[in-house]
């Protein structure tokens, strides 16, 4: 596509969704530039790039592109449900309550609006609540992955691990790149000792580009304490110390890494005695 068109803002930005699942940030945030650049009321490229400075913790810079979306775009699902999430990572729940209320009430059907309004009211500690719109939800949509994974943390809320480990595995079945779930999997593996599978479900996260600084640290800590893939977890824990320099855990994981990485052996310096046969 891009050959034929090589300005086309929809092949762009899938190209740039791409990078950021390779791994390749820095090309992906380049490109994403690029495009906004030239199209800056491309609502899929600022939606693809408020959800990279969501992954990067990268906040106001998020908030920034969702306010550049074009106003004939602003109230729909996709757009007010970023904006949900990036006001619930800069500690605005009331805000992110609000925008989600008003869509459910304009479309009183919309059952993504729904399931988000759900999680939203979840992370306020509201459980009940949250669980009457889960079920209004699935009423509407029997296999929503979203809904199934709010489910979860509701199930999450009210102290039933096991319960809510089926629930983000039947969100799995449903869409089996359902990240939301996946992020909440690795955490009820680990704090089980399954370390293992752990790092199945964090490498899965890594695969899919929707690894937050968070998860990199975690998956580099857990090659520190088996020994493998060193390189893989001295390249992504170096990714996150450049954003947090200081932070103590991860100096701590950079540090393990380092201990567990085989030393080179030197070259010989002297000369080389070469015994012959008798």
Known sequence: MLRERPDDAAAKTVEAEILLMKGEELLAANLMDRVLQASPGFTPARLLRARYFLMSGV??????DLQAVPPEDADTTDVVAMKARVLMAMKRPAEAEGALKKLVEDDADNAEAIAWLAEIVCAQGRASEAQQLV???????PRFARALYVRGRVLEEQGDARAAEDSYRFALKTEPSFAPALSRLWRLHLKAGR??????VL???????????????AL???YAQFETQLPRGKKLIEEVLKREPQNPEYLRIQKAIDKATPRKKKAPSGPIIIRGRR
């Open 59 to 64: 906040y106001d810079m998020a908030e920034a």
């Open 135 to 141: 079920d209004r939800a699935l009423h509407l949509r």
């Open 195 to 200: 370390k293992p599978e752990a790092q199945d």
């Open 203 to 217: 490498e899965r996260l890594m695969g899919l580009g929707e690894g937050t600084a968070e998860e990199k640290a």
């Open 220 to 222: 580099a800590n857990l």
